[in-house]
């Protein structure tokens, strides 16, 4: 049997007039039900977003996908345009159900209508995530293997907010069994203590955890960068506006750097962080007068690039992150980093490609700026070349093959 062909159109979903096509498991190539908070055409949530639009654009020659999602995107009240809510649509190369609401009896609809081979989850507490285990649980999915990332959720910086909820999770759903026998996708070596340490399930087989990298993209950046001059720098936090974040630490060093630092702030404000955001505007309006600092709002992932690229460095003093798809996009286009060390990216410095601080040495931080101020354009090329090499390890094509690999080895099990 012939496999399905789609339209590609990765801006304007378009809805489907009549049901799902029918399965193609003939001809050999299996179903992937994806779970993900946010998909496109969204784009606020960034890293997971572009996460899955990659996997699907690059492996969809090998595997069928099929998305279950929200209606809208992080902060919006409306759905997105031309979205149908609770209908499937075609969204590039593939089907995906936009849902208005999150509950079990849309998930049963979708593995019902969907047949997948095997599912795919994007976070351990989201509310897709819990419907899928619980509806396991029950019996509803079978055999159906599942593949959970839970996208930095264990590290202890993240289990810090909001823990005895967390706690009361985990500890509830592994006396239940609910995540016994998950694969387990993971972004980095670290997230592998993480993991056993957070121990979400009864028992977890070494044999079911993998690290597999996220899939980036785009190339790396030839094209002209800002001139450096000594005595300025142009910073850019392109980033959810949320405590994990930690924009108001880098606030806090930019108060007590010399030199002319320009700033640009651009993200949405996290659901729950408001009260962060508010702390953050106060600093903002009492920086002193070299820091010339902006708030932009949420980016579009087509303008991320050439944004990066008009600025000197990418700044993040994140207090986790799994993968930080952020600085990995700022790296593969050219754009050193200042980060702190709380990401799988601490050998920048070692390769002149940016600077990895400990959150603990807040010196070490207006230093690294300082320096940055400081720096000529001689001393800039020299970073922007480190970059490029430090960048040549995120293959796109290598990335695709370890998610296809971690597939077809839930599958096989």
Not at 13 to 32: D, E, Y
Not at 107 to 119: C, G, H, M, N
Not at 303 to 332: D, K, M, Q, Y
């Amino acid at each position: 049997m012939p496999t399905t062909t789609f339209a590609v159109d990765l801006t304007r979903p378009i809805p489907l007039q009549a049901a799902l096509p029918s399965s193609n498991h003939a001809g050999g190539r299996k179903r992937v039900l994806v779970c993900v908070p946010r998909y496109l055409p969204g784009y606020k949530s960034g890293g997971p977003t572009r996460a899955i639009a990659n996997m699907v654009d690059l492996l969809s020659d090998e595997f069928d996908f099929y998305i279950v999602t929200r209606d809208r995107d992080v902060t919006d009240a409306k759905p997105y345009e031309n979205v149908v809510p609770n209908q499937w649509h075609r969204m590039g190369k593939a089907f995906v159900l936009y849902c208005s609401s999150v509950n079990m009896a849309k998930l049963f609809r979708a593995l019902r209508e969907a047949k997948p081979d095997v599912i795919s989850l994007n976070s351990f507490q989201d509310h897709l995530t819990r419907a899928i285990m619980m509806l396991r649980r029950m019996g509803a999915v079978g055999k159906t293997p599942v593949v959970l990332a839970p996208r930095g959720e264990f590290s202890p910086e993240a289990l810090r907010i909001k823990p005895f909820k967390k706690s009361l999770y985990r500890s509830t759903t592994k006396l239940l069994h609910v995540h016994d026998n998950v694969h387990w996708m993971l972004s980095s070596e670290r997230e592998i203590g993480q993991l056993f340490a957070a121990a979400p399930a009864g028992h977890i087989h070494p044999s079911h955890v993998r690290v597999v990298r996220e899939i980036c993209t785009v190339d790396p950046a030839c094209n002209p960068r800002p001139a450096k001059a000594p005595g300025s720098v142009k910073l850019i936090f392109m980033a959810r506006i949320s405590a994990m974040k930690n924009l108001a630490f880098l606030l806090d060093v930019l108060t007590e750097v010399r030199g002319h630092v320009e700033l640009n702030i651009h993200g949405p404000v996290a659901h729950g962080d408001e009260r962060y955001w508010n702390a953050c505007k106060t600093r903002l309006e009492r920086l002193p007068s070299n820091i010339d600092a902006a708030y932009h709002g949420p980016i579009a992932h087509e303008a991320v690039s050439e944004e990066l690229r008009e600025h000197h460095f990418f700044v993040l003093p994140t207090r986790g992150e799994n993968f930080c798809h952020a600085a990995v996009e700022s790296l593969i286009n050219g754009t050193p980093v200042i980060l702190s060390d709380e990401t799988p990216w601490t050998g920048v410095q070692q390769s002149d490609a940016g600077f990895s601080i400990p959150l603990r040495h807040k010196l070490e931080w207006i230093e690294a700026i300082e320096a940055s101020v400081a720096m000529g354009q001689r001393e800039y090329d020299r970073m922007l070349l480190g970059t490029r090499q430090y960048a040549g390890q995120f293959t796109a094509q290598d990335s695709a093959r370890q998610h296809a690999e971690m597939l077809e080895s839930a599958l096989a099990s």
